[in-house]
């Protein structure tokens, strides 16, 4: 099973590397859990950033996570905000601009099945859907057959076959789209128009992405994201000190990168971590937020 997709990133100093980049359905229960204590803590229209989208190749090639954050937000009742996508390839553009249907494929041979199945249904009820199963053809995506929960385990040992559930993009989303208040922008998060007409951001999301970059990527990245953060407003990011992907640019002086305590409090920024971890072959990682202090 590969996660994986191939993306250009054009970064600052490097137009044509190759990468490589992980997503799926459940990727964002880090932003999502942060999302909500941050959220709380804003007064007036909330605004937000999400960077590096993503793809599953799973599942269809779709980007997951901007249409959870708006059912996260929707069913806190807050239904004025501001939300900006940015992703250099236009694929992950393409696909929410045009996406009708959710797909999430039924892997129930994984180790977190159980778990996964309970925050999927937890997700419907935020979107006041139910689940629908469909069986999609593996040499065929557009050949698909609706099936009941009483064939699931006939279709699960079909050799052409792969069972996924499926959902409707939520109608609230495709209206933001229209009207503005979601915005796309496919453009490289180094230089990108991130502001418009002088706004700030309150949290903005960039997992699985920096280490993408190259360093002097990185730097005119936080740079550009930093200058439109509100004071009290964060960015959500991860580093570690190796992944199984290449290039694979670390961030953080610790883990072999350039950014230090001088550098963060130059950008008027304060690192605050949320999560650490260590595993044998990936090293030491962690999970934070750089908050914006002055």
Avoid at 190 to 201: M, T
Avoid at 232 to 261: A, H, S, V, Y
């Amino acid at each position: 099973m590969n996660f994986l997709r191939e993306r250009i990133l054009r970064s600052a100093d490097n137009f044509d590397a190759k990468t490589y980049a992980e997503t799926g359905f459940f990727r964002d229960c880090q932003t999502i859990k942060t999302l909500e204590r941050e959220i709380s803590t804003i007064v007036g229209r909330p605004n937000i950033l999400m960077v590096g989208l993503g793809l599953e190749s799973m599942s269809g090639y779709i980007c997951f996570t901007p249409f959870k954050v708006v059912a996260q937000l929707e069913a806190a009742n807050i239904f004025d905000f501001g939300l900006t996508l940015v992703d250099s390839d236009p694929r992950v553009i393409k696909d929410i601009q045009t996406r009708e249907y959710l797909y999430w494929y039924d892997d129930y041979l994984s180790p977190n099945y159980k778990n996964n199945i309970t925050e999927y249904n937890k997700f419907l009820q935020k979107i006041n859907q139910v689940d629908s199963l469909v069986a999609c053809n593996r040499f065929q995506a557009t050949n698909t057959i609706e099936i009941s929960e009483d064939e699931v385990s006939k279709w699960r040992k079909t050799i052409d076959y792969d069972v996924y559930h499926r959902i409707s993009v939520p109608l609230s989303f495709n209206r933001r789209v229209k009207n503005g208040s979601i915005r796309l922008l496919e453009e490289d998060i180094a230089v990108a128009r991130i502001s418009a007409n002088g706004q700030k951001y309150h949290f903005c999301e960039i997992l699985n992405t920096l280490y993408l970059l190259t360093p002097q990527g990185q730097k005119l990245t936080l740079k550009n994201i930093s200058s439109t953060l509100a004071k009290g407003g964060c960015i959500l990011f991860d580093d570690g000190e190796k992944r199984n992907i290449d290039p694979d640019t670390p961030l953080l002086k610790r883990f072999g990168g350039w950014l230090d305590n001088m550098e963060i409090a130059q950008l008027g920024l304060r690192l605050e971590v949320l999560e650490e971890n260590e595993e044998y072959f990936f090293g030491k990682s962690l999970v934070g937020i750089l908050r914006k202090v002055s």
